[in-house]
Nanobody, 113 residues
Framework: VQLVESGGGLVQAGGSLRLSCAASVSILKINMGWFRQTPGKQRELVAF???????NYADSVKGRFTISRVNARNTVYLQMNSLKSEDTAVYYC?????????WGQGTQVTVSS
């Protein structure tokens, strides 16, 4: 399984970005998530969407970020609004279907204050 993220970049605080994650296989039965990591810190869950469409968010992004999926396109999105400097990180797409766990290569998001 290959996951390819896109949509990262440099944005001013208060701005928006939309990340995309395209999978090389059908994601119909796969749970998908977005994680992020900054230097010296552990990778943390940002948002999760189950194969059935149930979503969950880190407290730090609730009300600002929205995860969605379009199974027909094998793609998951992360809409990020009201971005803050503390959202700066490398964002990784994750596909999980036990016992398999796959990661994308990551996309950098930098929020300038």
């Amino acid at each position: 399984v290959q996951l390819v993220e896109s949509g990262g970049g440099l944005v001013q605080a208060g701005g928006s970005l939309r990340l995309s994650c395209a999978a090389s296989v059908s994601i119909l039965k796969i749970n998908m998530g977005w994680f992020r990591q900054t230097p010296g810190k552990q990778r943390e869950l940002v948002a999760f969407i189950s194969s059935g469409g149930t979503t969950n968010y880190a407290d730090s992004v609730k009300g600002r970020f929205t995860i969605s999926r379009v199974n027909a396109r094998n793609t998951v999105y992360l809409q990020m609004n009201s971005l803050k400097s503390e959202d700066t990180a490398v964002y990784y797409c994750n596909a999980y279907s036990a016992p398999y766990n796959y990661w994308g290569q990551g996309t950098q998001v930098t929020v300038s204050s």
